[in-house]
């Protein structure tokens, strides 16, 4: 079956350790996103990829960095200058760069947390 | 900027009651407008979208129109079943200064049905 996976479900991170969220899809999507999700904060967008190489920031970039190798791959990583770094992570796919109408497909999540 | 804005919950109704969400945006230009839900512990899934003014979205029993002169885009259901208990978010598409459009979510409204 085709679909979005994300992994671990859960993940613990130290004081000043970086840590790195996978995500991979098998859609042959184009786009890959990165949400994060806090309770009654709704989702707010991390980074964003339309193409292989190819990334953009998005509305909460600090503290994050992401890499787009492979169409199928667009690991996160929570830096240590990430201060505030427990919550739901959410990575999304599109068919294409967006355009405006595009469905976005999302994996099951990543719920990090600080030890 | 652009934004949206959603009834905060928890909205509770019996079964077979009647739903409305309610959803407005601030956006620039005509932007496409969509409802996600997501069930406890998983990503969200796209329930319906509309591109242009008028368009009605509809999809399993919900239905929401695209109104301009009210920048609005509220979710509507006629009969809710115990199934449909999960968080729904309103979202826009926004054009970044990438080119690209990604999408603006609101805070999400959480929907219990009881039985």
């Known amino acids: 079956d085709g679909g979005i996976t994300q992994s671990p479900k859960y993940l613990f991170r130290k004081e000043g350790q970086n840590v790195t969220l996978s995500c991979e899809q098998n859609l042959n999507h184009d786009a890959m996103y990165w949400y994060r999700q806090d309770p009654g904060q709704g989702l707010r967008l991390i980074y964003y990829?339309?193409?292989?190489?190819?990334?953009q920031k998005g509305d909460i970039a600090e503290g994050y960095s992401v890499s787009r190798e492979k169409k199928e791959s667009f690991p996160l990583t929570v830096t240590s200058a990430q201060k505030n770094p427990t919550a739901f992570y959410l990575c999304a796919s599109s068919i294409r760069a967006g355009q405006g109408g595009e469905k976005l497909f999302f994996g099951s999540g990543t719920q990090l947390s600080v030890l | 900027g652009n934004s949206v804005t959603q009834m905060e919950g928890p909205v509770t109704l019996s079964e077979e009651a009647f739903l409305t969400i309610n959803c407005t945006y601030t956006a620039t230009g005509y932007p496409s407008l969509f409802w996600y839900v997501q069930y406890p512990g998983e990503g969200l899934q796209l329930l319906l979208k509309a591109t242009k003014a008028d368009d009605k979205g509809s999809n399993k029993g919900f239905e929401a129109t695209y109104r301009k002169e009210t920048t609005s885009f509220h979710l509507e259901k006629g009969s809710v079943q115990v199934s449909d208990s999960a968080v729904y978010f309103c979202a826009l598409s926004v054009r970044r200064n990438s080119g690209y459009s990604t999408l603006t979510f609101g805070k999400g409204t959480m929907l219990l049905v009881s039985p």
């Open positions: 990829s339309q193409i292989v190489n190819d990334f």
